[in-house]
């Protein structure tokens, strides 16, 4: 069943619309982001979020068909994200995709926001990797999942406080690096030794597949400021000082994302890993995880760094595959803001 899908994603703080042809061939993928608009807070503000989406929405959707070369009646289905993620910023997103499917009588696709990075390393390729074991890891979700099919996704575990992304986030305000912080804390870290401080990581009981990073969080703050140092500064510490720190956090955080993903993989006996989300552009996580991969004979196939971050083209490449299988909703659709739904099952009406 051949396909011509436009994908909507708004989920956060990041406006995308994609044309996506068969569920891999991508005919435009554009993102309008807002972290100028949120860079003075340290984090997004979701009513500033979701006021930006008002804006963007509609000329980003054109431009994407431009783009692609087509316009409304080319296409065969609209494909949104319903969830997880900011109810404001969803709602803008769900709103004009259902009033697309009204006005060109087009089938309304939900898409999980997460579901879509879990299989976001597909996106362009001949042979889907299933089953496979997927870590997703971005600025709000940091989970592993089995992934049977595209449309057979069990959640194994997750993170049970702060995700990785917003770790990052968190350690780089309070270094006074800037925001976003996982490009910053990887930039910073090159010049410093993740040897010279060992943070902790957190383990939880084996063989627990959950995550933690609160506690490495608090761990950073306590060393850059320690007791009777005043908040709001880093003025005692050298550049190579907060190399070390940044160095030293980013090891910390990314040491039990790798070794949880491969016992993922070696408790549900599966050969292929993948990984998606923002965070998964990550070069030293990349390199990590693709190193303890070959040491355990997993075949890992990473999502293209330009897919990595939230866009409409994973949207619209997974919407695809549940048009194909007749998972569509009415104009009664709405977002689901921050639940997380463990496994995708029946036909959604």
């Not at 619309?17 to 608009?37: I, M, P, W, Y």
């Not at 979701?50 to 963007?56: G, K, N, P, S, Y």
Request: include cysteine.
């Amino acid at each position: 069943m051949t396909s011509t899908i436009l994908g909507i994603e708004t989920s956060c703080d990041e406006t995308s619309a994609a044309v996506v042809v068969d569920g891999r061939e991508v005919r435009s993928n554009l993102v309008s982001s807002q972290v100028a608009l949120h860079a003075k807070y340290g984090g997004v503000v979701p009513e500033i979020a979701a006021r930006a989406h008002i804006e963007q929405v509609r000329p980003i959707i054109e431009e994407a068909l431009t783009r692609a070369g087509i316009w409304y009646p080319d296409l065969d289905a609209i494909a949104v994200t319903d969830g997880p993620g900011l109810v404001g910023s969803l709602l803008i997103g769900v709103t004009a995709a259902k009033v697309l499917s009204l006005a060109y009588e087009l089938p309304l696709v939900p898409v999980d926001h997460i579901e879509a990075h879990a299989t976001s390393a597909a996106l362009l390729s001949e042979v889907p990797p299933w089953p496979a074991v997927a870590l997703v890891v971005s600025g709000g979700h940091t989970s592993i999942y089995l992934v049977r099919d595209f449309l057979d996704i069990e959640l194994l575990g997750q993170t049970t406080d702060d995700a990785a992304g917003e770790a990052f986030d968190k350690v780089a305000a309070i270094l006074e690096l800037g925001y976003p912080g996982g490009p910053v804390i990887e930039r910073v870290a090159r010049g410093g030794n993740p040897e010279a401080i060992r943070f902790p990581r957190t383990w939880l009981d084996k063989p627990h597949l959950n995550f933690s990073f609160s506690g490495l969080k608090t761990a950073v703050l306590y060393r850059v400021y320690g007791t009777g140092r005043k908040y709001g500064t880093v003025k005692h510490l050298s550049k190579s000082e907060i190399a070390d720190i940044a160095a030293g956090f980013q090891a910390a955080l990314i040491e039990p994302l790798i070794k949880k993903t491969v016992v993922a993989a070696r408790q549900t006996g599966v050969k292929n890993v993948v990984m998606g989300g923002g965070v998964a552009s990550n070069s030293v996580l990349r390199a990590g995880l693709q190193a303890a991969c070959d040491e355990a004979g997993l075949t890992l196939h990473l999502t293209p760094t330009e897919y990595c971050g939230d866009n409409a083209a994973m949207i619209a490449a997974l919407g695809h595959r549940r048009l194909r299988a007749g998972h569509t909703s009415d104009l009664r659709l709405e977002p689901r803001g921050g639940l997380i739904r463990p496994k995708r099952g029946k036909k959604r009406k």
